[in-house]
């Protein structure tokens, strides 16, 4: 089991940034992604940005919508996944979830609001 808790969420200004982190703990044997999923106000959940987990190295994937603007990145020290939102714009407004994928299976963090609005 793996569970995750999301920290940081708030309200911004457009162009401002925000920093999401997520804390992990349980049986990470087998971890191969991690990452975050958002689900904006009447839509379905879409992959924001996902870090592929390699046996010697780690790529990073992200959404089109959020290249250039948003970084993923983990700690394996403080067993963390954050992500670096900038210029963020209205359409970025949405729950923001961690995720993690284990052994084939999925696990989701209970989710943070992200509302950019002037």
């Known amino acids: 089991q793996v569970q995750l808790v999301e920290s940081g969420g708030g309200l911004v200004q457009p162009g401002g940034s925000l920093r999401l982190s997520c804390a992990a703990s349980?049986?990470?044997?087998?971890?191969?992604?991690m990452g975050w999923y958002r689900q904006a106000p009447g839509k379905q959940r879409e992959l924001v940005a996902v870090?592929?987990?390699?046996?010697?190295?780690?790529?990073?994937d992200y959404a089109d919508f959020v290249k250039g603007r948003f970084t993923v990145s983990r700690d394996n020290d403080k067993d963390t996944v954050d992500l670096q939102m900038n210029s963020l714009n209205p359409e970025d407004t949405g729950v923001y979830y961690c995720?993690?994928?284990?052994?084939?299976?999925?696990?989701w963090g209970q989710g943070t609001q992200v509302a950019v609005s002037s």
């Open positions: 995720y993690v994928k284990r052994l084939n299976k999925d696990y």
């Open positions: 349980g049986n990470f044997f087998g971890l191969s992604q």
């Open positions: 870090i592929n987990i390699g046996r010697d190295v780690d790529y990073s």
